[in-house]
C-alpha cells in the first residue's frame, strides 16, 4: 500500500491548535516531509514516500492536501464541516506483491465526499465523527484527542480511533475475484469480504523553531480487523505508520 498523503493527518493537527492565535481571514502553511508505512498487502512491506505540507485556509473555505472543505456550521463547541478528498482509501499496484499475486488487479485511491462533526470538550479533549462516503464504499470514523502544550512552542496531540467499513469498501481494496484467483497461482479462490474496522492510536506533534518555521511529526499504529486480515491477498494486520517534516507559516 502506498497511501501518500498519511502526512496530511499531522497538517490537520497544525491547523488552529493555538489556543490564542491571530484573528485574520486567511492563512497559508506549506512544507515538505518524509514518511514511512507498513503496507497489509503480501510482499509490499514498508514503503517510505516524500509528502507535501500543504494548509491553506480563507475564511471558512479550506485545502488541507488533497482535501478541500467548508466549514459550515461553528460554535464555541461544535462544528460542521462538508469536505471532498481525492485520495481516501488505499492504493496499491498488482506488481508490487509477492510472486504468485502480482496479476491481481491495481487497487486505486478513490474519491470521497462527506461531513465531519467535531464537539470540543474542557480541559482541550476533543471528539469527532467522520461520515466519508466513496465512489468504491464507505466508511465511518469516531477520534478522541487531547491536546498538551509543553512550554511556548510545543503541541503534543495523541488519539485513539475506531473506524467502520462498509463492505463495498472492504471487498474493493481487499477482496479478490474469481478472475484474479485464476490468474495467480498463489490464490486458492476468490474472497468476498464483508464490512470490516480499523482501529488506531496515533500521536502527533508540532515545535516552533520561530514565529515562520516549525518542525511537525507523526507516529502511529493501526489494527485491521479478520475481515481484512484473512484475506489471500493481506499479510499485515498491524500497521505503523511514521512521517517528519518542517512548514512554513505565512
Known sequence: MKRLMTLLILT?????????????SWKADVGIGLMAERSPYKG???????????????????????????????????????????????????????????????????????????????????LTARIALGSEGNRYTLEGSKLYFIGEKTIIRPSVYAAFNDSSYTDYYFGVTKDEAAKNEGIKKEYNAGSSQEYGIELMAEHDLNESFALVGFGGVKYLSGEIDDSPIVDNNFIYEVGAGFKYKF
Not at 493537527?13 to 490564542?20: D, H, N, P, S
Open 12 to 24: 490537520g493537527l497544525t491547523t488552529g491548535l493555538y489556543a490564542e492565535e491571530e484573528e485574520r
Open 44 to 126: 509490499v512491506g514498508t514503503e517510505g514516500s516524500p509528502i507535501p505540507v500543504l494548509d491553506l485556509k480563507y475564511k471558512k473555505l479550506y485545502l488541507r492536501g488533497t482535501e478541500l472543505g467548508y466549514e459550515a456550521f461553528e460554535t464555541e463547541r461544535f462544528k460542521v464541516s462538508a469536505f471532498a478528498d481525492f485520495m481516501g482509501g488505499y492504493e496499491v499496484e498488482g506488481g508490487d506483491l509477492d510472486k504468485g499475486y502480482q496479476d491481481i488487479d491495481d487497487r486505486d485511491t478513490q474519491f470521497e465526499g462527506g461531513l465531519e462533526l467535531t464537539y470540543k470538550l474542557p480541559e482541550d479533549y476533543e
